[in-house]
């Protein structure tokens, strides 16, 4: 079943572009080349940043650039506040989750100096979706939790609302439903009173997901016909194909299988008016099914080999992503594909060893309570000092006491606000500090990442454009030229890819260890696609999830990887290749392992590819090992101080 989350970045790109963009981006341009004040200069380069964000995130980010150095000049804070605000929200369109992190946390700074709590708000619920996007809940469940908080506190209730159903959402990734439906019960109440069909839309359709999920299916029906009767009033289409596939599978469940097939041509009518998106195409599920019951095995393949593609290794889409591969194995198999049925086997076993575990739910439910225990001690602690004020000002009914008083508290006053103003000045010139030298560095990075794109990857794009062309233009009759030139083609397009990889480890102060999980992963698959004589195994230690390393650490670390597949592939005769990772204290240990013919490490000399791999683990202090005897198989060893 498919999980629709569309409540995320609340404020971010909620500006109208009912407008064209361009016309405003020419009109600030224009104004820019009339050479206005510093103040009116920072001011139009802000502007620049946002209206960019949805036609050029490049452009975006090179305006948000000059932005920050104006802004930093004039020493005006508010305004570099704002900017860094932006640029989290074009990073977070850019799916540069690291990046974005790190801008809105600059922002919250400086609106915590300046005391601006509806800004330092509305930038927690930004940095909620981050946390999200990132698997970090229970980050994630704070900043929701503090943003919705202030947001009643101030009567903001439409922004409560939104955030509310956030953590809604939130929930039903941790499959909490009787907490989701908790959260989501404050959103639907707010929609309801004000008539907000678009966001009641989404809402019934998630409160239906959540008793379904409960095996309420009455109730489930009522809220999914609730939100087929708005979704056909507001024309949301993409929340009328899900509810129909949802009610599809009720009837399929209650053996209705004929109104379960009307249903599902009813959606998969809709889906052909529309564009396809990651979202509408996965969909499509449904669709598979009937094909399958209609014994149309091949349709139905062609249609999940599509939908494999189109899905992220994002854990929201796990759920979906185990499904596509379910039907895959029941297709292949009817088609007598074992190979396929055995691939995409151990493709589901790949994937549920990721699914978070049962026990951060329990982490998360502990966290929440003590928030909420904090929160009331908070309360009580406020109360008890009103009760000390009162006091206070009882005591101080005597008229010589009263003066004395009032004399001593003014004075006392007037150095505390002097002293926080010091503070408060301090600590902005530290902040201004550091965003320059993060600044300055992150200029220098993307610079050299644009140069290495635009120049070098241009070049590389060129010579296997002419490659191609003299191959097929010239009508080559020389077999051997014609297989140099391929592999002239073939060699540049390796540099491609090596390109990007250097351009992704220079983009990135650090890397998640997750992101480089994912990378090797990547790599294993296609090596896998590449070598279907070769099974791979690739185990990552849990406790390396959180773990950051730098630039240079989890590239030479990546290298090294690559390498040691390759060789293994290349010169092994394996049939099995395992790579682990685990975490022992503060180490990383790395092992690459195949079970090929081996050979007597002292009889031969270490190729440039040890060599390299050598020198890069020395690079990060890191330790290389080589172990192999004939007939026994080779394991290389990388060891490194996380």
């Known amino acids: ?114 005391n601006d709590k509806t800004g ?81 839309s989404t809402s019934y359709l998630t409160k239906g997901n959540i008793f379904l999920r409960l095996s309420d299916t009455l109730n489930a029906l009522k809220y999914y016909k609730k939100c087929l009767k708005i979704s056909r009033e507001i024309g949301n289409k993409i929340s009328e194909v899900a509810v129909l596939n949802n009610i599809s599978k009720i009837k399929n469940d209650q053996n209705k299988g004929n109104e379960s097939k009307i249903l599902n041509q009813q959606s998969a009518q809709i889906l052909s008016k529309i564009n396809k ?10 669709v598979v099914s009937s094909l399958i019951t209609d014994h149309k095995f091949l349709e139905a393949k ?27 194995i029941q297709t292949s198999s009817q088609l007598n594909q074992k190979d396929s049925v055995s691939f995409y086997s151990n493709a589901i076993m790949r994937l549920q060893d990721k699914i978070i575990e049962q026990t951060v739910r329990k982490q ?16 009580i602690a406020q109360q008890k000092e009103e009760v000390k004020y009162k006091n206070i000002l009882l005591l101080g009914l005597t008229i010589i006491v009263f003066f004395i008083a009032l004399f001593g508290f003014l004075i006392f006053r ?40 635009d120049n070098i990857g241009a070049q590389l794009t060129f010579i296997i454009s002419s490659v191609e062309t003299a191959k097929y233009v010239a009508d080559i009759k020389n077999t051997t030229l014609e297989s140099k030139l391929s592999n002239i083609s073939n060699f540049t397009k390796d540099t491609i ?34 070598t279907t004589d070769i099974s791979f195994n690739f185990m990552v230690d849990n406790a390396l999830k959180n773990t950051h390393l730098s630039s240079v650490q989890g590239m030479n670390v990546y290298r090294c990887i690559q390498e040691a597949i390759n060789n293994a592939i290349k010169y092994s005769e394996a049939n099995n290749i395992l790579v682990e ?17 081996g050979f007597d490490v002292e009889t031969i000399s270490n190729g440039n590819g040890l060599q390299n791999m050598q020198k890069r683990m020395e690079e990060i202090g890191g330790t290389f090992q080589i172990v192999s005897e004939p007939t026994k198989g080779t394991q290389i060893k990388l060891n490194f101080k996380s």
């Open 1 to 114: 079943m498919k999980k629709i989350h569309l409540f995320l970045l609340i404020f971010c790109f909620t500006v109208s572009y009912s407008q064209n963009a361009q016309e405003i981006i020419n009109k600030l341009k224009k104004d820019l080349s009339s050479n206005p004040d510093d103040k009116k200069t920072a001011s139009i380069y802000s502007d620049l940043t946002w209206y960019y964000a949805n036609i050029s995130v490049d452009s975006s980010l090179f305006y948000g650039s000059k932005a920050i150095k104006e802004a930093e000049r004039l020493k005006d804070s508010t305004l570099l506040a704002q900017i860094y605000s932006d640029l989290g929200a074009v990073y977070f369109r850019k799916t540069d989750f690291e990046a974005s992190k790190n801008s809105y946390l600059i922002a919250y700074k400086i609106r915590k100096i300046r």
């Open 120 to 200: 330092m708000a509305k930038i927690a619920a930004n940095l909620a979706n981050v946390y999200n996007k990132q698997n970090q809940k229970e980050l994630a469940l704070k900043s929701y939790l503090e943003s919705v908080e202030y947001f009643e506190k101030t009567n903001n209730f439409e922004a409560a609302a939104l955030t509310n159903a956030n953590i809604s959402s939130l929930f039903m990734d941790l499959k909490n439903y009787q907490k989701a439906s908790k959260y989501l019960n404050k959103a639907i109440q707010y929609q309801e009173e004000n008539n907000k069909l678009d966001g009641l």
């Open 277 to 286: 998106s990651k979202d509408d195409t996965s969909l499509s599920l449904n």
């Open 302 to 328: 062609k249609i999940l080999l599509k939908l494999k593609k189109e899905y992220s290794n994002e854990p929201a889409y796990f759920e979906d992503l185990i499904q596509t591969y379910n039907y895959l």
């Open 364 to 379: 998360t439910n502990e966290f929440e309570t003590k928030y909420q225990t904090v929160k009331k001690e908070k309360l």
């Open 414 to 453: 007037q150095q505390k606000l002097k002293n926080k103003q010091q503070k408060q000045e301090f600590e902005l010139k530290s902040a201004i500090t550091q965003i320059e030298k993060q600044n300055e560095l992150q200029q220098q990075r993307l610079s050299i990442s644009k140069d290495l794109h």
């Open 497 to 530: 890819v090596e390109l990007r990889d250097t351009i992704w480890a220079m983009n990135s102060e650090t890397i998640n260890f997750e992101d480089l999980r994912l990378r090797i992963l990547n790599f294993i698959e296609k090596a896998t696609t590449a």
């Open 581 to 597: 990772v685990i975490l022992d204290k503060n180490e990383i240990k790395i092992i690459i392992k195949d079970n090929g013919k």
